[in-house]
């Protein structure tokens, strides 16, 4: 048993070694698939990022009157947080709302100066984040219920902003582009898989006289099958080191050509932080072709 | 050893291969079949390595019905079977010493005897010197030989070759039978089948003749007669 594995693996990687253009051939076809299954995963990631940050930007945006009290704000955000849709309050105070605006526009001294004169016109502000973008709607009718139950004083509430129609078309667009990825994602990698299997049955095909040989001389059906199983597994083994050293300048391709974009990661640091398992997916898919596809293809030589 | 006991082999299109054959070969016998090309030959010899399977009858190896072998035990039957064909069926990828030892290793054996018995083997056709060589890098003859090396190997009891001096030229097809005859010499049964009139009547040993499928002639010490 032990010495028809060393022999299995001895023949194989001789056999890789000694058929240069035919084990290229499988090179080349595992890299492009494993390619294919690198990049829709970056790019799965990269999408996934950049639709989560653009759901954190999404919030409603709640200013107070300048003679609300602060402790009147702080119990109602008490009570937004009390609430299962909401996901976080932030709080700023009428002092930060000063700051914030000077920072903003502190090379305008006209505004700046007019300013001082006013003294702080600004109210404290909550932002309301929610957990899922389809429960604004309840936040932003409790919040409106809240300032009419206020009664006489008209409650503390000055203006309530939340764009509604903008959110809406954002999930949208969210939903389809998902759906419409995922589609693409499963037709891509299904036809390198297709077109992989069936490279690898060509080049047992041009094997198939030595396999009738084989079955002439008296080997037994596993042991003509190993060293092909042996090729498989090489093959799809360096075949996922090429594509992880090819992703890289990719990577780095598609980070610059995006650097503008809103909210996205930064697709170099997340390739290195996830190299060990990017890699692992790329040679575990890269064996998993390799060997399936000899073992399926070798099968129908062995009939002899 | 081998007995066919009245076997036919018809295919699809109702062409006749085989016409209800029957004789025996005791152990030991240097058995050449003649005929002319589509006569049958080789039909026969594909049904003693279980490479096809009669329409009718029986083929028997000592007192094993050969085609009621499951697939997993014709593999054992095929290690105590040397077979050598006309167009060689080499394997391209290796060398003559891996050829040889490819079916020493299919059949189980150890390392230490591989490494013993091939070059000794290898002596006994007179290819020592080109055991490490590819068989595109060798003659027609040579490639025989290295064919021949690797149906003796493993020691069968039966050596069958189909046409095996079919693309060699006279000096070759010469050699080889002498080898044949060495190797008939020390015990082993040896079915031959060819077209080479000059083979068959120098080797002066029995010959069975077929025609469309049937046995015309069966000689002790046979001529090339058709």
Redesign the interface.
């Given at each position: 048993m032990f010495?028809?594995l060393k022999?299995v693996i001895r023949?194989g990687s001789?056999?890789f070694w000694?058929?240069g253009s035919v084990a290229l051939a499988s090179i080349l076809v595992l890299t492009t698939t494993l390619l294919v299954i690198g990049s829709l995963y970056l790019g799965s990631a990269f999408l996934t990022s950049t639709l989560a940050s653009i759901r954190d930007r999404v919030d409603i945006s709640v200013a107070f009157k300048t003679e609300a009290e602060e402790s009147a704000v702080l119990a109602l955000k008490k009570d937004l947080e009390q609430l299962p849709e909401v996901k976080t309050v932030t709080y700023s105070s009428r002092e930060q709302e000063l700051a914030d605006f000077r920072k903003r526009h502190e090379d305008n001294a006209l505004l700046i100066q007019s300013l001082e004169e006013v003294g702080n016109p600004f109210g404290a502000r909550l932002s309301i984040l929610a957990i899922n973008p389809a429960q604004y709607d309840s936040i932003s009718r409790f919040l409106s219920n809240y300032n009419e139950n206020a009664g006489v004083t008209g409650g503390i509430i000055d203006q309530i902003s939340f764009k509604k129609d903008i959110i809406a078309k954002l999930l949208a667009i969210i939903s389809t582009s998902q759906t419409i990825g995922l589609a693409i994602s499963a037709l891509l990698i299904l036809l390198s898989i297709l077109v992989t299997v069936n490279t690898i049955s060509l080049t047992i095909y041009i094997a198939r006289?030595?396999i009738s040989?084989?079955?002439?001389?008296?080997?037994?059906n596993s042991?003509i099958r190993g060293p092909f199983i042996v090729e498989g597994v090489i093959a799809g083994g360096i075949a996922s080191f090429i594509s992880i050293v090819l992703l890289y300048p990719s990577v780095l391709w598609v980070r610059n050509l995006t650097a503008g974009v809103y909210g996205g990661i930064d697709l170099v640091s997340f390739y290195i932080s996830h190299f060990g398992i990017l890699f692992l997916i790329l040679l575990g898919s890269g064996i998993i072709l390799g060997t399936v596809s000899s073992f399926l293809a070798i099968g129908r030589y062995l009939k002899? | 050893m081998i007995y066919f006991d009245k076997v036919s082999k018809k295919y699809f299109d109702k062409s006749v291969a085989l016409d209800n054959v029957s004789f025996t070969i005791e152990p030991g016998e240097f058995v050449s079949v003649v005929g002319h090309s589509g006569a049958g030959k080789s039909t026969l010899l594909k049904m003693i390595?279980a490479?096809e399977k009669p329409s009718a009858g029986k083929v028997f190896f000592e007192s094993v019905d050969i085609h009621t072998l499951g697939r997993?035990h014709i593999?054992?039957?095929?290690?105590r079977?040397g077979?050598v064909f006309q167009d060689f069926?080499?394997?391209?990828?290796k060398t003559a010493f891996e050829n040889i030892a490819?079916?020493m290793?299919?059949?189980?054996r150890?390392?230490d005897e591989i490494e013993s018995d091939v070059p000794h083997v290898l002596e006994l056709v007179g290819l020592d010197d080109k055991m490490w060589n590819f068989p595109f890098e060798l003659s027609g003859g040579e490639r025989q030989r290295v064919a021949i090396a690797?149906?003796i190997v493993?020691q069968p009891d039966l050596l069958i070759a189909d046409e095996p001096t079919g693309n060699l030229d006279p000096l070759s097809t010469h050699e080889i039978i002498e080898i044949f005859k060495k190797i008939n010499d020390i015990g082993t049964t040896v079915i031959l089948t060819t077209h080479n009139k000059g083979v068959i009547d120098k080797l002066g040993k029995r010959v069975i003749t077929l025609e469309k499928g049937k046995i015309i002639r069966d000689d002790k010490e046979g001529r090339y007669v058709i």
């Open positions: 010495i028809n022999r023949s001789l056999n000694r058929n006289e030595e040989v084989m079955r002439l001389v008296g080997a037994n042991y002899v | 390595l490479e997993r593999p054992t039957l095929r290690r079977i077979s069926r080499l394997l391209p990828h490819f079916t290793e299919a059949a189980g150890a390392e690797r149906a493993n």
